[in-house]
């Protein structure tokens, strides 16, 4: 889990990316990306197992003593949405608005109400931007 030092900025009620130019399906695969490989966007984290189900992907990861996680992650391609749920009932929201061409990402209660999200900015800055760089690498 990312721990952050006492005055590091959170996240609070979201982090967005600049905007990312790549064609929609680039970014699309690279949202994607961060789904399979969760180690290449987030240090901390190594991916156990992942099993599709059709309607949701089910995910296990480790993220450091004793964090083992079990997420299923619902994928909309047409909305440009991935929500991560794990069994609390939160979700880590990442969705790409076609119009701005900017990704964001955001904690939710599964009622769609934003949460503050108190996790280092800078970490979660970091994942979009590495999913940016990879849409835009792709689409060369």
């Known amino acids: 889990m990312p721990v952050f030092k006492e005055g590091e900025e959170l996240v609070g009620s979201g982090v967005k990316s ?5 064609p929609y399906d680039a970014i699309w ?19 156990l197992s992942i099993e599709d ?6 995910r296990v990861s480790w993220q450091g003593d004793p964090h083992q996680t079990t ?3 619902y994928c909309d391609k047409e909305k440009g949405e991935i929500k991560f749920s ?4 939160v979700a880590i929201v990442h969705r790409y608005n076609r119009d ?14 934003r949460l503050p999200w108190m996790v280092a900015k ?6 979009i931007q590495k999913t940016k ?3 835009e690498t792709q689409s060369k």
């Open 18 to 22: 600049q905007r990312i130019n790549a």
């Open 29 to 47: 695969d690279a949202m994607m990306d961060s789904v399979y490989h969760p180690e290449k966007y987030l240090s901390f984290m190594k991916m």
């Open 53 to 58: 189900h059709g309607d949701h992907i089910v």
């Open 71 to 73: 997420e299923k992650i």
């Open 86 to 89: 794990a069994p609390m009932k």
């Open 100 to 113: 701005t061409q900017v990704l964001e990402e955001w904690l939710e209660l599964k009622t769609g109400h």
């Open 122 to 127: 800078s970490v979660i800055v970091a994942s």
């Open 133 to 135: 760089e990879l849409a």
